[in-house]
């Protein structure tokens, strides 16, 4: 009868240990997410941020390359002006 108190003694012990342990584990999983998902909103962050400042720039180049020059002058306009909005020269031959 001691022998089996013992046991089941041993077997509550080791059940208790493996739910302690259980539970540590899923603290780990816990934190383990917690983390991810702070890391995933500071990176979605950083990208966003990253892919409206490419936005920015592929706009302004866009628009730099629309800018052409007065054969006259050299001032500079865009490429659908006609006259140069300095000297009033034709910008392009074939715009008139
Ligand atoms: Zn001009």
Avoid: V, W
Wanted: hydrophobic share 30%; net charge neutral.
């Amino acid at each position: 009868m001691q022998k089996q108190e013992t046991s089941s003694d041993l077997r509550t012990a080791l059940e208790a240990q493996l739910a302690r342990t259980e539970l540590e584990m899923q603290e780990h999983y816990r934190q383990f997410g917690r983390e991810m998902l702070e890391l995933a909103d500071r990176e979605q962050r950083s990208i966003d941020r990253l892919l409206e400042q490419m936005a920015r720039l592929r706009a302004r180049l866009t628009q730099e390359n629309r800018q052409i020059s007065c054969p006259y002058c050299g001032c500079c306009g865009d490429a659908d002006s006609i006259y140069c909005k300095r000297c009033g020269h034709k910008m392009k031959g074939e715009n008139a």
